[in-house]
């Protein structure tokens, strides 16, 4: 088993560019996260889904959006990146919800903006 | 949203140094979490807590979550350098369907 992957690992965007990063897993996790990392702020959530075609807003939705088309896939996409969009980005997924239940994560893609 | 607290923010300790980490909330919590983060990888699950004074051990590591549910702290002894990342707690929140993760302790262990 692969776990939880993401693709890119890295990538540079022009401010005003669009990217979608894409985040699959292959344990048949119905919950999938987004998550942003920035130094000192531990893990922030963007956005969630509870299963197949659903997503609902996290901590920090504001300039991203999801989609959960396919159980085993969930893409976070940026419509207009901006500099404060930098950051580390992690998806994670788990066979539970919230209470108590592992949170498998990806490797991370790591995301400039200038 | 539930809010958690970790101090301190960065450790610098030689091998063989005991040392704990503090996850602090003013909220109450049906259970904590640990993960490890280590550098370029994803955060790692070590130990989920879910009762008021539990203690559990995973080797050096000791994990207690403090009786009123509000606090837990992660005690690390004779610390070696495979023992280096990103501690972070967490804790259930928004109706259990998401996790809020605490400001993370950044631990070096110099060999």
């Known amino acids: 088993n692969a776990g939880v992957t993401q693709t890119p690992k890295f990538r540079v965007l022009k401010t005003g560019q669009s990217m979608t990063l894409l985040c699959a897993q292959d344990m048949n996790h119905e919950y999938m996260y987004w998550y942003r990392q920035d130094p000192g702020m531990g893990l922030r959530l963007i956005h969630y889904s509870v299963g197949e075609g659903t997503t609902a807003k996290g901590e920090v939705p504001d300039g991203y959006n999801v989609s959960r088309l396919k159980k085993q896939n969930f893409l976070l996409g940026l419509e207009s990146a901006a500099p404060s969009q930098t950051s580390v980005y992690f998806c994670?997924?788990?066979?539970?919800?919230?209470?108590?239940?592992?949170?498998?994560f990806g490797p991370g893609t790591r995301l400039t903006v200038t | 949203t539930q809010l958690l607290e970790q101090s301190p923010q960065f450790l610098s300790i030689q091998e063989g140094e005991n040392l704990t980490v503090y996850c602090n909330s003013s909220?109450?919590?049906?259970?904590l979490q640990w993960y490890r983060q280590e550098p370029g990888e994803g955060p790692v699950l070590l130990v989920t807590v879910v009762t008021g004074g539990e203690v559990k051990k995973l080797k050096r590591l000791t994990f207690q979550f403090g009786d009123a549910r509000k606090d837990s702290s992660l005690h690390i002894t004779a610390a070696q350098p495979g023992d280096t990342g990103l501690y972070l707690c967490?804790?259930?929140?928004?109706?259990?369907?998401?996790?809020?993760f605490g400001t993370g302790t950044k631990l070096q262990v110099i060999p």
């Open positions: 909220s109450v919590f049906s259970s």
């Open positions: 967490a804790g259930p929140s928004g109706g259990y369907q998401k996790v809020t």
């Open positions: 994670a997924s788990s066979y539970l919800l919230g209470d108590g239940s592992e949170q498998y």
